[in-house]
């Protein structure tokens, strides 16, 4: 399982690059609005920036606000010329009417990581299309009634020997992050806090103070 961060947040990214599991960071429209308003490419430039100080290219996604093909089109264009980042990957949400703007991107080369994705089936599509990620939005979808964790099996099997890798996203709590991974997702993005309580366990904290405790009166 690969470990990504699912914020825009500067200050997350900064803690997250220090953690040493980060392997990826994912955006989209919501989470950017929780930013102070700015110059959307530039701020994502600051976390590219980042990445590069901390010495971790790891891979950056973007996703495009445009609403129709030919908007998406050029606006991810704008972005992979405006972001100065060689892993940076643009998310464009699945549809019928978007699997030209995906094919059209993965044939200039451009990393795309197709997003909103509900079904196998749109994975399958996706996949053929030339994405090189796709998200499946796991806790979302166990809203609907469905079964997540067969989603992501049933994407795995359809998807196989394509290169397209699953990301599950829409994470809610650590189970959520066990349960996509044993199904066989590829990446996991998830918000810090989620990262940081699956490292933690009150019992491994207790443990180690009893360790401290037994050397404290033993090296006095
Ligand atoms: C994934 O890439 C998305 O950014 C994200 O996980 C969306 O999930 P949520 O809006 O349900 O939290």
New binding site residues.
């Given amino acids: 399982m690969q470990a990504f961060l ?1 914020s825009a947040n500067l200050e997350e990214v900064k803690i997250a690059l220090s953690k040493g599991w980060l392997r990826g960071i ?3 429209p ?2 950017m609005a929780r930013e102070p308003k700015t110059n959307y490419a530039g701020h994502i430039q600051k976390i590219a920036d980042l990445c590069q100080e901390a010495n971790q290219p790891v891979s950056l ?1 973007i996703e495009v606000f445009a609403r129709d093909a030919a908007g998406m089109l050029q606006q991810a264009r704008e972005f992979v010329k405006e972001v100065r980042y060689p892993s940076l990957a643009i998310k464009i949400p699945v549809a019928p009417e978007t699997m030209g703007v995906i094919a059209a991107l993965a044939g200039e080369g451009v990393r795309v990581n197709v ?1 909103c994705g509900v079904t196998s089936g749109q994975g399958a599509l996706a996949a053929a299309a030339g994405a090189t990620f796709y ?1 499946l ?1 796991f ?2 979808i166990k809203d609907l009634g469905t079964d997540a964790a067969q989603t992501v099996r049933d994407t795995k099997t359809l998807i196989a020997g394509s290169g397209t890798q699953i ?1 599950c ?3 809610r709590n650590v189970d959520d992050i066990l349960e996509c991974s044993l199904a066989g997702s590829d990446i996991v ?1 998830a918000p810090l806090k989620l990262w940081e309580e699956m490292a933690h366990h009150a019992k491994s904290v207790e443990w180690n103070e009893k360790f401290l405790q037994d050397f404290a009166a033993w090296i006095k």
């Fill in positions: 699912d994912t955006t989209n919501t989470i996604s997003t998200s939005f806790h979302r990301i996203g829409s994470i993005t």
